[in-house]
């Protein structure tokens, strides 16, 4: 059984960094990849960023060159680290992976960001 466990969310002023983690159990293979969603108030839940498992990575717009996700596949683990941080950055975020066809979430880790 897959499973993701994310942590490392909190407060943080505008400006400031946080980093969130995202551990995976269950899996003998590399996942098809593996990121970042979230989700805020009153709006649907979007991509923040991903990474294949040939290590290609995609980001939202609005996150480019403030954001960097990368992953250990040693540990199964992936890492988003959020650097100049906005009030708008403040959402749930979940983490995603794409393993043997099947999409599979973590539990949601609370960002906000005050002005």
């Known amino acids: 059984q897959v499973q993701l466990v994310a942590s490392g969310g909190g407060l943080v002023q505008a400006g400031g960094s946080l980093r969130l983690s995202c551990a995976a159990s269950?899996?003998?293979?590399?996942?098809?990849?593996i990121g970042w969603y979230r989700q805020a108030p009153g709006k649907q839940r979007e991509l923040v960023a991903i990474?294949?498992?040939?290590?290609?990575?995609d980001y939202a717009d609005s996150v480019k060159g403030r954001f960097t996700i990368s992953r250990d596949g040693a540990k199964n683990t992936v890492l988003l680290r959020m650097n100049s941080l906005k009030p708008e950055d403040t959402a749930v975020y979940y983490c995603?992976?794409?393993?043997?066809?099947?999409?599979?979430w973590g539990q949601g880790t609370q960002v906000t960001v005050s002005a």
């Open positions: 995603y992976a794409r393993y043997q066809f099947t999409d599979y």
């Open positions: 990474i294949s498992s040939s290590g290609n990575t």
């Open positions: 269950g899996v003998a293979f590399s996942f098809s990849a």
